[in-house]
């Protein structure tokens, strides 16, 4: 499955709105997989997100290659680390932690990661990822030791994604983390829909159909969801 960047962006020309649905792999078995995939082929998704902050786990392969074998959609791998990656997937969104200070998520891991993606096929999608508070600590502020930014500084966070553009992202993900209490705010996200030119993925905190209807309508070109789809596989019906 080849270019999903160009996909992405002819999506976002045609004003087309993507929704990815994210799978975390400590909490999804391999022998699980069936009827999940049954949910997520009736489901609107255009994409599967696949990581996790902390997974240390040894079946992401196995695990890619079934959902490869029950759902045609881009699988896209969204990882805490270099240990997270896989030949296994159709691309990679190649982070870089925008919304933070620590070297080891602004390049460290980055370098790391090159002798192993160098091994795959993998689509690199650079994206600069930006973390804002939530409410409540998440799994990326502790893991990656550094602090999210206030949910109140809504010109600074469209500065920093500008920023992002210029340096040569070429997504910026808004991310509240993994089961926030707050979404990003729709006046963020149509703050630094307005201020960049690339796409533009919102995810964390998104719990019914209604708030990803509003980000889409804020401005975001591709939502994710993962603990809401997660605690209920029915969430589309």
């Known amino acids: 499955m080849k270019n999903i960047y160009q996909d992405i962006q002819t999506a976002k020309s045609n004003q087309q709105k993507l929704l990815a649905i ?5 909490k999804v078995s391999v022998t ?33 290659k079934v959902l490869k074998s ?24 190649f982070l870089q932690l925008l919304s933070g200070r620590n070297p080891e998520y602004l390049i460290e891991h980055q370098v790391n990661a090159v002798p192993v993606l160098e091994k795959t096929h993998l689509e690199i999608l650079s994206t600069g990822y930006i973390l804002i508070e939530s409410g409540h600590e998440t799994a990326v502020e502790r893991v990656s030791q550094t602090k999210p930014i206030n949910r109140d500084q809504i010109d600074y966070v469209a500065q920093t994604a500008k920023a992002g553009e210029f340096i040569g992202n070429k997504l ?24 960049i030119s690339i796409p533009l993925i919102v995810g964390g905190g998104i ?18 969801i993962g603990t809401a789809f997660e605690n209920d596989p029915t969430f589309f019906d």
């Not at 029950?70 to 969104?93: K, R, T």
């Not at 719990?207 to 939502?223: K, Q, W």
């Open 70 to 93: 029950q759902i045609n959609l881009p699988i896209v791998l969204f990882p805490g680390n270099p240990s997270q990656i896989s030949p296994e997937a159709h691309g990679i969104l």
């Open 172 to 195: 910026i993900y808004l991310e509240a983390g993994s089961g926030a209490q707050q979404a990003v705010s729709l006046a963020m996200i149509a703050a630094v829909a307005q201020r």
């Open 32 to 64: 699980a997989i069936g009827k999940l995939a049954e949910k997520i082929n009736q489901s609107p998704a255009s994409h599967i997100f696949v990581g996790g902050s902390s997974f240390e786990g040894n079946h992401l392969n196995e695990l890619l």
């Open 207 to 224: 719990r019914s159909r209604e708030a990803i209807n509003s980000a889409f309508d804020a401005g975001a070109d591709l939502v994710v």
């Open 22 to 26: 994210l799978l975390d792999p400590d």
